[in-house]
Each structure stands twice: as structure tokens, then as C-alpha cells.
């Protein structure tokens, strides 16, 4: 009893992975998984409410969010989305790995997801410098009379302007940080993967830090047409 | 009762490790609980003194105790405190904790380090509130309505917001163990028709917990992030919207009232049938109101909003849903009342409490129903009507569940049974107490006095004065469980393991229990509240 009562093993059981309370392997991966979906439904609802706001002003402030939504770099955005893309890919096949007992593919997989999910914060951090440099950030510099140049054609308040760059803000902020919780996590994978601790016996952990890194890459998806894609057609 | 502490005690899990590491680092469900019943227990105190002082500062219609400004800080850290960091962990966090593992037949919650992870939260949480209290303290009201919150307010709002952002996390975290808990750790036999009701309850509690606690945190976090960087997402000087605050507040803070108030009609359905001797009426309807109430839950936030200039059209639809949660609730309370129709009914205290809650329930629910009414809510809006009635609700109800399931639950956390007489009379004290303290309130409002100022008219001051002394007499109804339920720790008569004669899981168990709870996996083979075939035990058949 002078270890955690976790640590303690079931004596029934000779698998060290296989937690006290439960009966089964079966029983404790089929919780873990529920626990992560679940988990997964209450992000949707954090971001439900940034959705939400964002499809309120949207269709208030139609024309401002299509001129902030043009003065996205569009390359890099999708370059963006392309990594990310690329790092779910990564993620299933390390899962695949994982459940084959494939350890140094496991590995190599973990860290190219790594790799991806960098390449990815550093692109996006690129872009919010360009926003910087163009006093595009809400608060007291914040200036759009660019915009307002660009298209003499359409009324832009600029105030407005500033409700589409706060939800772009918060919204692409939060993901940042998913992924940076995302990358600690997949850190943490790959390390213990490389010691060996998973395999076809047990690979709760690769499977759930894949869901997130999923979850993670969906709401990029969501947020790539809703914030880049506006209306890109050429204003005449 | 000193040869009682001489008894070799059984090993149960107060004393199979000792230290405070073994406290702060455990994964025990049972020792989470009672950590999270010491920390709610200390912000309960701090919630009632900010009571304390506003009660005393309405005694007279003159603001001559604190300042205007104090008193929107009292009534404002009244709130938030009372709220987020006592009612909604309340009864989930301690009962739930303690009882849920056991009710199913598990040796502990799905994932208990993510419980102990959640009572740091807690506790996180609670320091930052108790920080943004000591230096300054935060006066936006509760509801953090903008824009005051976001752009006027100089007060620590954004240390206010944080401290129950990472609250919210903690709530999250032990819905999503109740839920996955009761989905995947039932013992074999425990089927859904066979759990009890405080599990149902529960389990729709959680489901509030988990979609709507992240709407909160993110609603709370635009809030911050407005006042820290100047976004202007619910500005109206740059295009924002504060009604839009409204909704996603209470989308949450709406369904957060059954947060409170569900796990206490669990409490009282466990109570009912145990002190009525009788198999619960209509077990099914009980369970499936908990699912209805908490799926309309979602569907009623704007009924808060009916004066916010929200139209006319989602008002009314709003209004007959807000109507429709009257039915859940109704089914509960015929169901309690056909459940101790013709039973054989003992007045102990956690029966006194249960009886408690239904009566001031009853008010509380039928008062809700004229504040959906669209027409009487616009005269009764923003007055004391408001507030007693959903003190009636958060207070007669949530409170006096909590109470009684702490009572009823005592013997089996502690192993000690409380002193009974002592009991009946803190529980009449504080259903005295919190009629004298409120039901004047329902009145006040009536006749127009606004909540939220420390001043009023002369003509008020008697309903007041009658409201200050029955929160008097209410903080002595809650000060005196506090000190007997302590005296009887180690001087209470020893429990036996199931002193009530009461149906369920947790009953069949060592008082204490154990560190894992069942000896061996239990196998249910019977249903719920089989009150014909439970024998009283020999003690309880003699005190009738």
C-alpha cells in the first residue's frame, strides 16, 4: 500500500498495463476511448461558442469579413492546411504501427507528425506577423485603411473590420494552443514509444492522442474555408 | 463512547495510509470526496458571509453599512461564489464522488487520477477567486453581463472570469468520469433499469457538465481576452453584440440550475423510499424525468432575456419550453409523494430534509412558472421575486439535498452515526429559516423593489427586517450540523454498515468502506429499492 493504490496490479492479471479497477483489457480500453470521445464533444461545444459568434457577425457584417478575409495570405493558409493534412495521415499510420507492434515505424511516424505540427505553428506564427506589421491586431493600433483602400467598391466600417480580426484572432489563437498542447502530447508518445511501452497489447494511449490530433486538425478545416475562403472572387 | 475508541478498528480507507501525502496524492474516490467536501464546506462559509453582510446592510432602507459600491462587490462574490465554487461541486463532487463507484459496484471512478486532477483544479480555481476577493474583490454581478464586465468595470474581473474558466475544467472532468464511470464499470447484473435514481440523476447532470461547461469557459474567456486585448466581440461601440453574451451565458448558466438542483432530486429519491420502507413509485418515469430536464435544460436560456430586446417570436417559443420543464419536475414530486403514500414513514433527519425539499421545491418550481410567463416576467423582472425564487430552488432545493444526503450518507463516509436529536432540530431550524428568509422576498418583488440596490424605500423595511432575521435564524441552522457532524468524528456512536436498513450497493459494505470498496465484484441480481425483502436492522425497529 505505500505505492499510489493505481500501481497496485490485479492479481489476477499478468499485464502491467491492465489498471486495477477494471476486469478486462477490453474494458479498460473501450473506457478510455469513450472518455476521449466524450472529451471530444465538450471541445465542441468550447469552440461551438466562437462558431457561433462568428456566424452571427458574419452575417451582420458580411462585407467587412470579406475584406479581412482577402487580406489573408491564402498560399500560406493552405500550405497550412496541407501540413496539417499531412500529420493526421502520419498519426493513423503511427496508430496502424502501434497495433502491428511496429516500434521504430512508430517512432519515425510520431516524429514526422512532430515535425508537421512545428512546421505548422511556424507558418501560422509567419502570418500573424504579417497581421502585426499591418496593424491588422484589435486593440488600440489597430488600423485598416488598407483595406478600405484596396476596395474603394464596398463600405467597410472599420470597426467591424475589427470584430471579423478578434474573432480570427481567438479563434486561430485557441487552435495554436491545441496544438501546442497536441504537440506536448505527441512528445510524450513518442518518447515512451521509443522506450517501448506500446504495442498490440496496448495502444490506448497512441489511439487517443491520434483522436485528439484529429479533433485538433478538423477544427483547421473548419476554420480554414470559414476564415481564408469567404469570398475570393475578384472585385470589380 | 470512550470504549468505541478503544475497538480494534477495521481497515477501511481513513486509516489505511496516513500522512498528508497520502491525502493530497491519493486516487480514492472516497478521500477525493471528502477533500472536495472540506474545500466546497470552506467556500461555503465564505459565500454565506458575503450573505451576511448583505442581509445586515438591508436590515435598514438607508445604505448606511457599506458603501454602494462594497455592496456591489458583496452581492456580486455572493454570487459567483456561492454558484461556481459550493452548489454546482456540491453535491456531485462530494455525494457523487463517494457514492457513484460504489452504487455501480466499481472499486473506484473510471479514471481516478483525472478526479484528483479535477479537485486541483478546484482548488486553483478557488485560490484565484479567493486572491481576486482579497485584493479588491469583482463587481460586475455574477453574470459578468457586458459591456459593463468587459469595458467599464475596474474591478477584477478578468482574475474573477479566470478563477471560474478553470473551475469549469474541474466540472468537466468529473461529469466526464460519472458518465464514463456509469456507462463502462457496472458490476455484472447492474443493469441501466436496476441503478439507482442518484445515479440517473447524475448521469444527466453530467451530460449538463460536459456540453455545457465548455460554452461557459469559452464565453468567460472572450470576456478576458476582451479586457486584456481590446477585442470587441460583445463591444457595442465597435459593432459588438452584449445580447450575444446573454445567450452564451446562460446556455450555460441556465442548465447550470439543474446542475444544482438534479443531483438533489437523486439525493431525495434515494431518501424517500428508505424512510417510506416502500419500493419507489413510477421508478421509471423518476429516471426519465432526470434525461427530460436536463434536455430541456438546454432548450430554455433565453427565458432570462425576455426584457433584452430578443424577439418577440423567440420569446414565446422560449416561454412554453421554459413551461414544458414543469412536467419533468412535476412527474418527480407526484412520484415522491405516490412513493410514501402508505408507507411506513419515520421522520429522520434526512427524511426531514427530503420532505423539506419537496415543499420548498414545489414554491420554487411553481414561482419559475411565472417568470416564464412572458407578461408577469416583464413586471417581476430584475426584483426580489427573482431572487426568492430561485433561492428557493438553489437553496430550499440544491441546499436541503445536500444536507440530507450528507445526513443520510454520514454513517457510511464517517462510520459514525450523528447525533439524531441535534439533527431534527438544525433541520427544522433551517427550513424555519430559509421560509422566514425568502418567502418575504417573493412579496417585495411583487410590490416592485429591485435587486441589486442597497437602498430601498421605508415602506419595505418591514418585509426586510423579517428576511434578515430568518437568514439569521438560517445561519444557525447551518452552523450547528457543522459542529455536531464534526463532534460526532470521534465521538459519535459507531454505525454499522447499513444503520437504515436502506437498499443499494453501497449499503452492503463496511462502514467505512474499504480502500477498493467490494471485496469481491458484487453481482446484482435484484432491483432497486426491493424494500419488501430489506429487514430493518434490530436498532431501528426499536426507535419506532
Known sequence: ?236 | MATAAVTTERENYLNAEYGIKSWLLTTDHKRIALLYLISITFFFFVGGFFALLIRLELLTPAGDLVLADTYNKLFTMHGQVMVFFFLIPSIPATLGNFLVPMMVGAKDLAFPRINLLSWYLYIAGGLLMLLCILTGGVDTGWTFYTPFSTGFSNTNVTEAGLAIFINGFSSILTGLNFVVTIHRMRAPGMTWSRMPLFLWSTYATSIIFLLGTPVIAITLLLVVMERAFGLGIFDPTRGGDPVLFQHLFWFYSHPAVYIMILPAMGVVSEIIPCFSRKRVFGYKAVAMSSIAIAVFGFLVWAHHMFVAGISLYAALVFSILSYLVALPSAVKVFNWTATMYKGSISFSTPMLYALGFIGLFTIGGLTGLFLACLGIDVHVHDTYFVIAHFHYIMVGGALMGYLGGLHFWWPKITGRMYPEAWGRLSAMIVFIGFNLTFFPQFILGYLGMPRRYWQYPPEFQVLNVFSTAGASILAVGYLLPMVYLLWSLRYGKLAGDNPWGASGLEWTTQSPPTTFNFDETPEVTWEAYDYEHIPLPMEVTLER
Not at chain 1, 483602400?149 to 471579423?164: A, L
Not at chain 1, 491520434?210 to 478538423?218: A, Q, S, T
Open chain 1, 1 to 236: 500500500m505505500s505505492d499510489s493504490p493505481l500501481l497496485v496490479e490485479h492479481p489476477e492479471h499478468d499485464n502491467p498495463a491492465l489498471l486495477h479497477h477494471f476486469a478486462t483489457p477490453e474494458q479498460q480500453r473501450n473506457t478510455a476511448s469513450l472518455g476521449m470521445w466524450l472529451f471530444l464533444a465538450t471541445e465542441v461545444m468550447f469552440f461551438g461558442g466562437m462558431f457561433c459568434a462568428y456566424l452571427v457577425y458574419r452575417y451582420w457584417y458580411y462585407n467587412e469579413f470579406a475584406a479581412g478575409s482577402r487580406s489573408l495570405d491564402i498560399w500560406l493558409g493552405t500550405i497550412n492546411t496541407v501540413v496539417l493534412i499531412c500529420s493526421s495521415l502520419t498519426v493513423a499510420l503511427g496508430v496502424k504501427a502501434a497495433q502491428l507492434g511496429k516500434r521504430k515505424q512508430l517512432v519515425g511516424l510520431l516524429l514526422a507528425t512532430l515535425v508537421f505540427g512545428v512546421a505548422f505553428l511556424g507558418i501560422k506564427g509567419i502570418e500573424w506577423y504579417q497581421k502585426y506589421e499591418e496593424h491588422h491586431i484589435p486593440g488600440h493600433s489597430f488600423d485598416v485603411s488598407d483595406i478600405i483602400q484596396n476596395y474603394p467598391q464596398i463600405h467597410i466600417d472599420p470597426s467591424h473590420s475589427q470584430i471579423y480580426f478578434s474573432l480570427y484572432f481567438a479563434m486561430t489563437g485557441l487552435h495554436a494552443l491545441h496544438m501546442i498542447v497536441g504537440i506536448g502530447i505527441f512528445a510524450f508518445l513518442t518518447y515512451y514509444s521509443w522506450k517501448g511501452k506500446y504495442g498490440p497489447e496496448y495502444y490506448t494511449p497512441i489511439e487517443n492522442g491520434g483522436l485528439y490530433w484529429h479533433f485538433v486538425d478538423i477544427i483547421w478545416i473548419y476554420l480554414f474555408p470559414l476564415l481564408y475562403l469567404i469570398d475570393r472572387k475578384p472585385l470589380r
